[in-house]
């Protein structure tokens, strides 16, 4: 089966949250217990199957450190679908939805844009649960994106996530990043930026490393 699409994917949201996690366990359906904070960002792959066609899904996991977070916007800007993480255990990455990456996202790309809210950890719903479901729900509807509780750790709806994503990109964009769209979503580090920090990834060679990449 030939790949006629590639869709552009970022995840962002505060530390800890699981965005790694969900990531690996997507991609590579793995989990560790082990803390390993994100260094800018990192770049995934993945094919999926949507409804009979075959789909890449070219991934930036973002960090949530405050060190990077004026990177964050380099990385989103052009996606096609936006995976907003918070933890259902930490109110306060909820909330930061609200305040800093939606304002952060809304500034930025188009009011279109697919989004998915994601409230991670819910193997941990029984004894740490502090965001009811009703109420993340609720502010989904409001921005008009999908809305999930996952859990990288037992995989719980992890790959609903992407398909879901891939469906709402196709219903809004039906033509987005065919082959000859391939520079729409190029990303450009100021230099200043990328001086200022050797761990960045430079999104812009790492598109090239991964040339097979339609988007
Ligand atoms: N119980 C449980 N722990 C999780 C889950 N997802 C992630 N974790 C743990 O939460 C911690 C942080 O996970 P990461 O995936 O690194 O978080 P992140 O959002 O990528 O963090 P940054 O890269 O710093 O922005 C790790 O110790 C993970 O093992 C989950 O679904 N359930
Ligand atoms: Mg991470």
Not at 13 to 24: E, R
Not at 48 to 68: F, H, P, Q, R
Request: charged fraction near 30%; hydrophobic fraction near 35%.
């Amino acid at each position: 089966m030939s790949v006629k699409r590639g869709y552009k994917i970022c995840l962002v949201g505060d530390m800890n949250v699981g965005k790694s996690s969900i990531v690996h366990r997507f991609v590579r359906n793995s989990f560790s217990e082990e803390k390993t904070s994100t260094l800018a960002a990192a770049f995934f792959e993945k094919e999926l199957s949507v409804n009979g066609e075959t789909v890449k899904m070219c991934i930036w996991d973002t960090a949530g450190s405050e060190k990077y977070r004026s990177l964050t916007p380099l990385y989103f800007r052009g996606a096609d679908g936006i995976v907003l993480v918070y933890d259902i255990t930490d109110e306060k990455s909820f909330l930061n939805l609200r305040t800093e990456w939606i304002p952060s996202i809304r500034m930025r790309t188009d009011t279109n844009m697919a989004l998915v809210v994601v409230g991670n950890k819910l193997d941990l719903e029984k004894t740490g649960r502090v965001v009811p479901s009703d109420e993340a729900r609720g502010y989904a509807d409001l921005l008009n994106a999908i809305f999930f509780e996952t859990s990288a750790k037992t995989g719980e709806n992890v790959e609903r996530i992407f398909t879901q994503l891939a469906l709402k990109i196709r219903e809004t964009k039906p033509t987005s990043n065919e082959e000859n769209e391939f520079e729409r979503s190029v990303i450009q580090i100021p230099p200043s930026s990328l001086n200022s920090d050797k761990d960045i990834p430079d999104p812009s060679k790492r598109r090239r490393a991964h040339s097979k990449c339609t988007c």
